[in-house]
Nanobody, 130 residues
Framework: QVQLVESGGGLVQAGGSLRLSCAAS???????????MGWFRQLPGKEREFVAG????????YYADSVKGRSAISRDNAKNTVYLQMNSLKPEDTAVYYC????????????????????WGQGTQVTVSS
């Protein structure tokens, strides 16, 4: 069992930056470093979509085209935390952002499909004003 708590969302002007954090608590005995971590978002009236993912070791990352070049996912396994730095934010980035953990993956493998993520946070709202 993994509990995920996101933070760092808020209201920002277009062109601004935000850093989302996701703190994980693992009660299953499986180390945080053995979960693939991902960020997803859900825009108003749309389905949840993949934003970014990071492998167990942090060696491999993967981004959706919509955020590539503007975002960076990272993890600190010693702190059981994953981050999403978002820059040059656009109004179309407005969404609820979710952190997720997957038991799939590996040292250099990133999971991008929501169906393969086992645990989800409650989400944090990001609003970008024009």
């Amino acid at each position: 069992q993994v509990q995920l708590v996101e933070s760092g969302g808020g209201l920002v002007q277009a062109g601004g930056s935000l850093r989302l954090s996701c703190a994980a608590s693992t009660a299953s005995g499986r180390a945080f470093s053995r979960y693939t971590m991902g960020w997803f978002r859900q825009l108003p009236g749309k389905e949840r979509e993949f934003v970014a993912g990071i492998s167990w070791s942090g060696l491999r990352t993967y981004y959706a085209d919509s955020v590539k070049g503007r975002s960076a996912i990272s993890r600190d396994n010693a702190k059981n935390t994953v981050y999403l730095q978002m820059n040059s934010l656009k109004p179309e980035d407005t969404a609820v952002y979710y952190c997720a953990a997957s038991t799939y993956g590996g040292i250099a493998l990133v999971i991008t499909t929501s169906e393969q993520y086992d645990y989800w946070g409650q989400g944090t709202q990001v609003t970008v004003s024009s």
